[in-house]
């Protein structure tokens, strides 16, 4: 069975930081891409981060230098590290993952992250 697994969100201020994992089983996970999506109250889901099971990175332009993402293969678990939180992260974080070879993608279910002004 095919599990993205996410947590780390919550209540934070603006300025503040939070850490967002998404623990990944049921897949080869070396072989997938695993990503962040967020989705704001009325707004689109959209995409925010992502890495390839080499390393290779990809921040939204409103992320980028504030966010960074890991993986770990040994722990098949992503990370997204999110410093200098602004009230327009608030958003459901969602984590994401597409098959290399196989094109298959997992949904997880999503980590409320809320930034106060």
């Known amino acids: 069975e095919v599990q993205l697994q996410a947590s780390g969100g919550g209540l934070v201020q603006a300025g503040g930081s939070l850490r967002l994992s998404c623990a990944a089983s049921g897949f080869t996970f070396d072989d997938y891409s695993i990503g962040w999506f967020r989705q704001a109250p009325g707004k689109e889901r959209e995409g925010v981060s992502c890495i390839s099971g080499i390393g290779d990175t990809y921040y939204a332009d409103s992320v980028g230098g504030r966010f960074t993402i890991t993986r770990s293969n040994a722990k098949n678990t992503v990370y997204l590290q999110m410093n200098s939180l602004k009230p327009e992260d608030t958003a459901v974080y969602y984590c994401?993952?597409?098959?290399?070879?196989?094109?298959?993608?997992?949904w997880g279910q999503g980590t409320q992250v809320t930034v106060s002004s």
């Open positions: 994401h993952a597409r098959g290399r070879v196989d094109d298959n993608v997992y």
